[in-house]
């Protein structure tokens, strides 16, 4: 447990525990992480493509069992890993032991680590996190403060509209079991346009977005320009 006031602490513990719970499976190819690890090369060439990781200095927030942390670490960055989850971030030490993948895993609020190194990073990620927070607008605040002048942040998370509703939670959860039921909750998804705003606010500059599509034949996911359901955003910090 970190060391937070209740008024900037910005997590909900039930969600937590829904990742926690199913904490040993994060690095199982066949469990309900499944469509973490098969997006897994789509967003890291997203972030490439962009952001050129060698050499940077990456911070991944809501990173889990590291499954994008330790790739972008592959790819020559040097990683922060920051959950509120000790369980995942547990996991997540014992795989980098084993795959010799070396993460700074840290269990800290993002907020905290904002206040704490302000405009460290070259790079911040914050995927699939945001529809699992009480407050995202403090989290993207929080991660464009991390970021340094000319920074690259990222983030992914659901759209909201009766669609993405029918494919996130019905389709996903319920029709396909490809993800535990009761993972997402349709209130929390976020609008590409909401989610500009709460970047833009914050001093990020947005620069593409993305649709990540599920092709139910060839049962793959692609990058697509139909943001209707997952989506990735990319944005830019003004250099100073
Ligand atoms: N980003 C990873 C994992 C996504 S699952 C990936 O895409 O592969 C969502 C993660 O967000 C979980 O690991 C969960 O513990 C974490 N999380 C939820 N609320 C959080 C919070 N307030 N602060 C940090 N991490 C949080």
Redesign the pocket.
């Known amino acids: 447990m970190t060391e937070q006031t209740a008024a900037t602490r910005?997590?909900?513990d039930a969600?937590?525990a829904k990742?926690?719970d199913q904490a040993h499976k994060w690095w199982d190819k066949d469990s309900e992480f499944k469509p973490?690890h098969e997006i897994?090369p789509l967003r890291l060439g997203f972030i490439d493509k962009h952001a050129h990781l060698a050499g940077k200095r990456v911070l991944?927030?809501?990173?889990?069992?590291g499954?994008?942390s330790e790739a972008m670490a592959k790819s020559g960055a040097s990683v922060t890993g920051?959950?509120?989850?000790e369980k995942?971030l547990k996991i997540a030490k014992l795989h980098g032991l084993e795959s010799g993948v070396t993460v700074d895993y840290r269990c800290l609020?993002?907020e905290e680590l904002a206040a704490a190194e302000p405009a460290s990073f070259d790079v911040v990620t914050c995927?699939?996190?945001l529809e699992?927070?009480p407050n995202p607008t403090s989290?993207v605040a929080a991660v464009a403060q991390l970021a340094k002048p000319g920074g690259w942040v990222f983030f992914?998370t659901i759209n909201r509209n009766p669609k993405a509703y029918l494919h996130a939670v019905v389709g996903a959860e319920y029709i396909l079991g490809l993800l535990a039921r009761g993972t997402h909750e349709y209130a929390k998804f976020i609008k590409p346009s909401e989610l500009a705003r709460m970047a833009r606010n914050n001093g990020l500059e947005m620069i593409e977005l993305k649709g990540m599509g599920y092709e139910l034949i060839a049962k793959s996911y692609h990058l697509s320009d139909d943001a209707t359901v997952n989506y990735l955003l990319a944005s830019r910090k003004a250099a100073a």
């Open positions: 910005n997590v909900d969600e937590l990742f926690a973490l897994n991944d927030v809501g990173c889990g069992g499954i994008l920051l959950d509120l989850a995942s609020a993002v995927m699939e996190m699992h927070v989290v992914s």
